[in-house]
């Protein structure tokens, strides 16, 4: 799941202070510009991928154009993809219970198969990731 969203950048005594106008609770900060992108695409996605996670409704994003801002701050879109997001911080081992012919068990065990690492393989193959 790929999205972009405006982040209202503000810049302060030390960094900019970062918010998402469009998401509920979404803020951030950073030392310098470079670091506030960074950590505004965590943000997001940890936000977006809570949202997901609990099905709750994604507002659309608005344009940047439609949004107030004062002297001191300026409008960046922001980018990210909570598939990559999941990736790198949701990797804990879910055990799952599964059925297959005694048969195949068998001629699969007995080519040293490891299922777990097959069943990951498989299942990333059949949702295109």
Request: with cysteine; glycine share 4%; charged share 25%.
């Amino acid at each position: 799941m790929k999205y972009a969203y405006p982040a209202v950048f503000t810049k302060e005594e030390k960094g900019y202070s970062v918010f998402f106008p469009d998401l509920e609770s979404c803020y951030t900060c950073g030392d310098d510009l470079q670091d506030s992108i960074m950590m505004a695409e965590d943000v997001l996605a940890l936000t977006l991928y809570h949202y997901e996670k609990e099905n709750k409704e994604i507002p659309a994003p608005s344009a940047s154009t439609d949004l107030e801002i004062q002297g001191n701050e300026f409008v960046n879109y922001i980018a990210c993809d909570t598939i990559e997001y999941r990736k790198r911080n949701s990797n804990k081992a879910v055990k799952k219970t599964l059925s297959i012919p005694e048969w195949l068990d068998a001629e699969a065990t007995s080519h040293g198969v490891n299922f777990s690492a097959i069943l990951q393989q498989a299942l990333k193959e059949h949702l295109g990731l």
